[in-house]
Each structure stands twice: as C-alpha cells, then as structure tokens.
Nanobody
Framework: QVQLVESGGGLVQPGGSLRLSCAASGSIFSINAMGWYRQAPGNQRELVAH???????TYAHSVKGRFTISRDGAKNTVYLQMNSLKPEDTAVYYCCAQQRTYIYWGQGTQVTVSS
C-alpha cells in the first residue's frame, strides 16, 4: 500500500505563489506516475499536472506556463509549484500515485486564491 500526504495549501492573493508537496510512503516500489488533481465545489475533479517515472509531464491547458510539477526520487515526493495564481485555481488539490493498475489518493489540501 501507498500513503500520500499533501501539504502547502492555504490562502494566497491573486498573482501569488504556492508550492504543494506530496510525500509518498509505504510500499512505494513500482510507482509509475504521480500527479495532482483538483476539485472545486460543484465541479468534477480534473487533472492539473502529471509526471511519470521517466519525467514526462502533462499539464492542463489552464495551468500551462504557470504551474510546474516535479519530483524528488530520493525523498519520494512530488511537488507542484503554482505561480501567477488566479481565483479560478481555488479548489481542493489532491495528490495521486499510480502503482501498476491501482490509483492512490491523498486526503487533499485546500488552495484558496482571493484578495
């Protein structure tokens, strides 16, 4: 089993930055990819960014150029650097990890962008 713990969420003004972290623990072998999803009230959960074990990255169009996903293999941690934040980025952000065919989810961390 894999456990995922997110941190770094909070309240930030438009144009500000936040860095989310997701630490994986447990049976972390054979994790093929990790990523971030977000869900705002009344909306479906959507992909924000995704990174594979080969460091291939994928971003939602709405965050390209503003967000950067990265990973630290030694620390078993994935990061999401969020710059130029907009009110539309307000959501609960969830970390996920794929191990073979199973997807693990973190508990989520709230990001609120407001003046």
């Amino acid at each position: 089993q894999v456990q995922l713990v997110e941190s770094g969420g909070g309240l930030v003004q438009p144009g500000g930055s936040l860095r989310l972290s997701c630490a994986a623990s447990g049976s972390i072998f054979s994790i093929n990819a990790m990523g971030w999803y977000r869900q705002a009230p009344g909306n479906q959960r959507e992909l924000v960014a995704h990174i594979t074990s080969g460091d291939d990255t994928t971003y939602a169009h709405s965050v390209k150029g503003r967000f950067t996903i990265s990973r630290d293999g030694a620390k078993n941690t994935v990061y999401l650097q969020m710059n130029s934040l907009k009110p539309e980025d307000t959501a609960v952000y969830y970390c996920c990890a794929q191990q073979r065919t199973y997807i693990y989810w973190g508990q989520g961390t709230q990001v609120t962008v407001s003046s």
